[in-house]
């Protein structure tokens, strides 16, 4: 099982990926735990900017690959892949819906919630002032749609390309948890008919 968490800034999408993992006994890779796994295994070296969440220029990577096409759309794919093979996890952000589409027992999972709210979340949790906690909402969710347009081309947040979207700022941490795992469980009694 492989549960993807992509989330907008400041809607506890990291929490609710915690209690995931606790709840069915699978390890959490935020941020910091992949590019820590992408280090132990050698693929970080390969590809530092996907891990970083930083889009790159092509035409010059291609060149510093050594010429030739690349096709970016392939790099969540590679790089997650051989970073966590067939393990079951909860996998936070770095395209994971995209690179785990195709695998059956993966959930896709959206997070969102209104915007005041994740504003008045960031601005409590970093005891910051307001327009500072505005700012790092909409910049943090302008480049996560960006480098998930990058490397898939697809539009971040899109329904089409999850299983569920919920808004956490509606029923809370633990009852996004709750409706996740329900739906889990239906997707699996689904499957078995």
């Known amino acids: 099982m492989i549960i993807t968490i992509a989330r907008e800034c400041g809607c506890d999408g990291d ?9 069915y006994g699978i390890p959490l890779y935020d941020k910091r735990a992949i590019i820590q796994l992408a280090k132990e295994t050698g693929v970080y070296d390969r590809m530092p900017n996907f891990f970083r969440e930083k889009p790159i220029n092509s035409l010059l990577y ?5 010429g030739g096409e690349i096709d970016l759309f392939q790099t969540p794919i590679r ?6 093979g067939d393990q079951s996890c909860v996998l936070i952000g770095r395209c994971g819906n995209y690179a785990f589409r195709d695998r059956e027992d993966a959930y896709r999972i959206f997070l969102f919630a209104e915007h005041e709210k994740r504003v008045d979340r960031i601005e409590r949790t970093h005891q910051t002032k307001r327009a500072r906690a505005e700012k790092v909402v909409d910049d ?7 480098f998930q347009k990058f490397y898939t081309g697809e539009d971040w947040g899109e329904a089409e390309n999850y299983d569920l979207s919920l808004d956490v700022g509606a029923v809370g941490v633990e009852g996004t948890v709750r409706i996740i795992r329900t739906f889990i469980e239906e997707k699996q009694h689904f499957a078995q008919r």
Do not use: N, P, S
């Open 79 to 84: 790089a997650l892949q051989a970073v966590l």
């Open 140 to 146: 943090t969710d302008d480049k996560r749609r960006e």
């Open 15 to 23: 929490t609710v990926g915690k209690r995931l993992a606790e709840l």
């Open 62 to 66: 291609a060149i510093a690959a050594g």
